[in-house]
């Protein structure tokens, strides 16, 4: 685990040092000096909080780092849950805005020197389809209701336009950072794949070897350029830190039951202190895991793997039968949906 | 991030469509900069026989730049002193065999990538200027930017020589895409105009892709200095990809694309066995 930390925290040195700033130093609408270097997409997941956490390390501290974090309407899903929670905010009810909520507050309690901004950015279902066209062209050759949906949520929060909460109350704010942060690779490098956990029950730890350099490798058919020209369009830049070549390199290098933690015994990556409950770590990304409990982020350290469901971030309109016939699947119907259930977004 | 835009036309300069120069302009508002330049290959080598008919080539540079390494901007696509060549670098060289680059990263790789052009051996026909040597350069090339850690897309053309190198980092993080089309054109771009029936397709990144202007059409005339098979037709264009070095002077684990891609292919070779690698 050391070793990670050494290397994540170089990857991040060249990712957020120095970035130069072009502000003339006037508060925006919100009243805080306004940010222009960091962001970070946040879904307040393991990936993205470990980010946040080495970057606040790394920066002087009274640079501010914004927190990105999208939710969709989606009228149908919502409705329901209203009803049956009394919540107001439909868009509070979003899986990824709990748990970025939630590793938020963490974050402020274990670094409360730095000014983070937690950009709460609501897309209502009229918006989306505003700018439906815009990102399905951004996208091409991309053309698959899951990469629409993917892009739908990267878009949004590459535009950084949300709201903050100032003394309590929420203020209109868009982020002018130039640089964002993503935590994609994590899940490549550390078996944070369903399948992982599925490929190692099948065939132990050669099978897992196999399925994460394969990852590595198809990185370069997948569709970082697809993110890239659907982010970058406004004016920012996304570094992906667990893409890192020498972190990817140690990471390819080192024996799987250190990355991951699936049942070895006599090979738990050791954590100073409360050795106990951090036996009981999940095994997925258990280094990383391990790391965030090191660096005093326990509350991410233990949250338990969501499955992703594509309800999260989908869109209502899924169902809708033209759309099937306007865009061509390369996968069969049966396939599609069985893809969808597995999108991952951060 | 920056915006890339570079078309190549037998008839006439393809310069960007309003859209495409609007959504670069999105990409990278700091600069903005075009270079249009006519290659013929008959003037760049005397000494060849001329052909009966004049093979020139058109080229339109487009790029747009988002400046984030210093507060200065470098406004590309850059060109080198002598005119020598033209150069456009959507990246970030986060390090270069190891080390940071100091100062600009642009003009860092820029002179990486130009050294290693003018360091080029080949002692066949023609000099470096035969098409011979056209394999070669592409090779060291992809040897040079094997030896860069971060992400990239770029377009770099020899003016001398006649030739267009091309491409994307190895884990594909910036986007290139290419249109052909039937107009006797090849479009090389960051972005797609919007045109849905465009033919256009992202980029391989599995290495360097090249054009050698003075090839154009006459493929038959190679005598044997460049085997066929390398190359595909793309539109009227020959292009020969030369891939990332999958060994170099390098230890595993090196940070750069060498080391990584060393690695992988190492651990994949002692699981599935050699012919796994033609799968890259």
Redesign the interface.
Known sequence: MASLETRLRDSLS??VL???S?SSNINDSSGKPPNDKLAILFSGGLDCTVLARLAHDLLPSEEPIDLLNVAFENPRLQRNKRESTKEGNAYELCPDRITGRTSYTELTRVCPSRSWSFVTIDIPYSETQQHRETVI??M??HNTEMDLSICNALYFAARGKGTIAISGKAAPYTTSA??LLSGLGADELFAGYTRHATAFKRGGF?SL??EL?LD??R????N???D??VM?????????PY????L???A??TPVPEKCGFEQPGFEPSVPGDADESATLDPDKKVLRCLAWKLGMKEVAKEKKRAVSAEQVMLPELQDTDLERRYSLELGLQRWKQAKRKARIF | ?CGIYCSLSKQSHVPPSEELQR?LR????DSKDSVSVTFDPELARPSVPSSNARDQTYLTFYSTV??????QVVTQPCQDEAGQFTFCWNG?A??IDGE?PSGNDTDAVFQLLTNALGECRWNGAGGTRGTGAFVPSAYTLASALSRI???YAFVLFDHVRGRLYFG?D????????VQTTGRDSLVIS???D?E?DGD???L???GVHCVDLNLSGNVDNLHGAIDKAQLQAWGKFQVLTAPYPLVGDCN??????V??LW??RE??CS??GRSFLY??
Do not use: C
């Not at chain 1, 893409?243 to 020498?246: F, G, M, N, S, Y």
């Not at chain 2, 595993?252 to 694309?257: K, L, Q, R, V």
């Open positions: 060249y990712r120095n970035i130069p072009l062209s951004l091409h050759p130039r640089v050669e070897l196999s350099e590595v490798i990185l370069g058919k997948r970082l350029g697809r890239d020209r970058s369009q406004w004016a920012r830049e996304v570094r992906y893409l890192d070549e020498a990817l390199s140690w390819l290098n | 991030m959504r999105a990409r990278g508002p988002l400046s984030l390494r210093s507060s970030e986060w390090s940071r850690a971060g992400p994307r190895f884990l594909g993080r910036r986007s290139l895409m960051t972005v797609f919007g849905m256009w397709a992202e391989e990144t599995t595993a684990g090196s940070s750069n694309s080391g990584l690695t992988v651990r994949l699981r599935v799968f890259l």
